[in-house]
C-alpha cells in the first residue's frame, strides 16, 4: 500500500472513531449526538448563523442540515428568528437551554478530544497535525471541492 493509501486509511478510521467516542460520551453525559454538539457550538459561536451557513461550514446538505436544525429546535435548544437583511432566511439562535447545555456539554467534548486526540501526542506533533490538517482543509475548500450535491 502507497503512503498516501495508508494515511487516507489511517484519517478516515481515525475520524470515524474519534466521531463515535466523542458521540458516545456526549450522548450518556448530555443526551445530544456528537453533530448536534457541533451544530450548537457553531450556532452558538456566530452572530449571524443561517441554514446555509451551517450546511457549507459542516459540509453537508442545506436539506439535511434543516432536518437536524429541525430536531435542534423541537428540543427547545434553537430557535429560528426572521434575518432582518433578507426576508427569506432565518438566522440561527441558540435558546437559553440550548446555551445551558452547550455550557455544560464542552468540557466533556473537550475531555474526550483530550484523551483521544491530543493525550497520545507531544505537543508538538499536536501543532503538526493541526498545521498539517489545516493545510489539507484549507486547499479543499478553496478548490470548492468535496462538497455535497442535491
Known amino acids: ?3 498516501v493509501m495508508r494515511v487516507f486509511s489511517d484519517l478516515v478510521r481515525y475520524e470515524t472513531r474519534l466521531y463515535n467516542v466523542v458521540g458516545e460520551r456526549l450522548r450518556a453525559e448530555h443526551g445530544l449526538t456528537a453533530s448536534q454538539f457541533e451544530f450548537l457550538r457553531i450556532i452558538g459561536g456566530r452572530d449571524h448563523c443561517r441554514v446555509g451557513d451551517l450546511a457549507h461550514e459542516v459540509a453537508i446538505t442545506v436539506g439535511a442540515t434543516s432536518k437536524g436544525v429541525d430536531r435542534l429546535e423541537a428540543a427547545g435548544w434553537v430557535a429560528r428568528r426572521p434575518n432582518p437583511e ?10 437559553e ?3 445551558r447545555l452547550l455550557d455544560a456539554a464542552t468540557p466533556a467534548f473537550e475531555d474526550a478530544l ?7 501526542l507531544t505537543g508538538k506533533a499536536l501543532e503538526q497535525l ?6 489539507l482543509r484549507k486547499h479543499m475548500e478553496d478548490e470548492r471541492a468535496g462538497l455535497p450535491t442535491g
Open 1 to 3: 500500500m502507497s503512503d
Open 86 to 95: 433578507n426576508r427569506r432566511s432565518s438566522l440561527l439562535v441558540l435558546t
Open 97 to 99: 437551554a440550548g446555551r
Open 114 to 120: 483530550g484523551t483521544w486526540l491530543a493525550g497520545p
Open 130 to 135: 493541526a498545521s498539517a490538517v489545516a493545510v
